[in-house]
């Protein structure tokens, strides 16, 4: 059996090549250019968006990270007593680090946010800033005398003697500073 064939003018439609007909193929094609253009410069922004949050997110996990681990160390070098000391390894992430005498607060600060941590011992910043791949702790008698809270290098890290500053028994703590003592 055979199919029948259609009409003679519905082919001349679908095959004719007349100047209207091209132009608006033309118009058509270019309405579909623009709509694809659109839609991946939509899909660009979002993607850009979701990068950055990502991007965020790690950093602020890395911060997190690396103060749960200083605090730690920070803990176990107090406990352990003089001679003990740690280096750190830290994320190329800039960030600061602030201590809280009255609350013992360890805090580290990001960007846009900061993450504390309690902690069992005085801990004494001798940098609070500028840290780059490395942090460095070490036992040290804190003065209880003097300084800004046990947030500079100024607040009496005790010498040979185990006195802090204004000669008074200094107690024991933990010192973090950037450069290696």
């Not at 094609?29 to 623009?34: D, F, K, R, T, V």
């Not at 004494?124 to 840290?131: C, I, M, T, V, W």
């Not at 290098?153 to 003592?181: N, V």
């Amino acid at each position: 059996m055979q199919l029948p064939r259609p009409p003679r003018q519905l082919l001349s439609f679908f095959l004719s090549s007349s100047r209207p007909r091209r132009g608006q193929l033309t118009a058509e094609w270019l309405m579909l250019l623009l709509l694809a253009i659109s839609l991946l410069a939509i899909a660009s922004v979002a993607i850009s968006n979701a990068s950055a949050a990502q991007t965020s997110l790690a950093e602020r996990n890395m911060l997190r990270m690396e103060l749960e681990e200083m605090g730690h160390y920070a803990d176990e070098i107090c406990v352990m007593g003089a001679g003990n000391a740690r280096t750190v390894a830290l994320a190329p992430v800039a960030f600061n680090l602030s201590y809280d005498e009255t609350s013992h607060n360890l805090t580290i600060r990001g960007r846009n946010f900061a993450y504390s941590r309690t902690q069992l011992c005085p801990v004494e910043l001798a940098d609070s800033n500028g840290y780059a791949d490395r942090a460095y702790l070490q036992y040290a008698e804190l003065g209880s005398a003097g300084g800004n809270g046990g947030t500079s290098a100024s607040s009496g890290i005790g010498g040979p003697s185990g006195t802090g500053a204004a000669g008074q028994a200094g107690r024991p703590g933990t010192s973090i500073s950037k450069s290696h003592p």
